[in-house]
């Protein structure tokens, strides 16, 4: 099996488009946890990057606190 991941293994977080994916990892930023990405699709001819899916990874102990920042309305 094929690991990217090693010490980042929690997904907290998936999307399409880059204005949500920014959003998000300016929470995480924000609140000081480390974060990995791992994204797919990709630009097209039309350099779309809004059709680009990203999943973000937290450490395991960084899940609860991930979360946390994600999803507060601030």
């Known amino acids: 099996m094929f690991r990217i991941?090693?010490?980042y293994k929690k997904l907290v977080y998936s999307c399409?488009?880059?204005t949500t994916y920014f959003k998000v990892v300016g929470k995480l930023?924000?609140?000081?946890?480390?974060?990995?990405?791992?994204?797919?699709?990709?630009?097209?001819?039309?350099n779309m990057p809004e059709l680009i899916s990203y999943d973000i990874y937290v450490?395991?102990?960084d899940e609860g606190r991930a979360l946390q920042?994600?999803?507060d309305r601030r």
């Open 16 to 18: 399409v488009g880059h």
């Open 69 to 71: 920042a994600i999803h």
């Open 29 to 46: 930023q924000g609140s000081g946890i480390p974060y990995r990405t791992k994204s797919s699709g990709g630009f097209s001819d039309f």
């Open 5 to 7: 991941f090693t010490k």
């Open 59 to 61: 450490k395991r102990e």
